[in-house]
Nanobody, 127 residues
């Protein structure tokens, strides 16, 4: 059973930067696929970014492309989400997601690609 622990997040003004970190523990695996989703009140959980099993592929949601950067360290293992030029619409609870197997590109941007989830970390961006 993989456990995910998120850290980072917080409250900032529009245009600022924040970083989110998610560390995986438990289980036994050679590598791990990891990603981030977010959810704001009244909305469905939305894909933000993901990095592939081998670390060679990254995926981004259209609304964050060019502003957010995801990276993975398999030695930990952990995933880091650098969020720049934050906007009020980026506000929400950010959830770390992971899968202990390669996620097919066709579902890498969907929740069903991932089997393990963190508790969530709040990000609030004010205008």
């Amino acid at each position: 059973q993989v456990r995910l622990a998120e850290s980072g997040g917080g409250s900032v003004q529009a245009g600022a930067s924040l970083g989110l970190t998610c560390v995986a523990s438990g289980g036994s695996y050679g590598s791990i696929s990891m990603g981030w989703f977010r959810q704001s009140p009244g909305n469905e959980r939305e894909f933000v970014a993901a990095v592939s099993w081998g670390g060679t592929m990254t995926y981004y949601g259209d609304s964050v492309k060019g502003r957010f950067t995801i990276s993975k360290d398999d030695a930990k293992p952990m995933v880091f989400l650098q969020m720049d030029n934050l906007k009020p619409e980026d506000t929400g609870v950010y959830f770390c997601a992971a899968a202990t197997q390669p996620v097919p590109p066709a579902i890498a941007r969907t929740q069903r690609g991932y089997h393990f989830w963190g508790q969530g970390s709040q990000v609030t961006v004010s205008s």
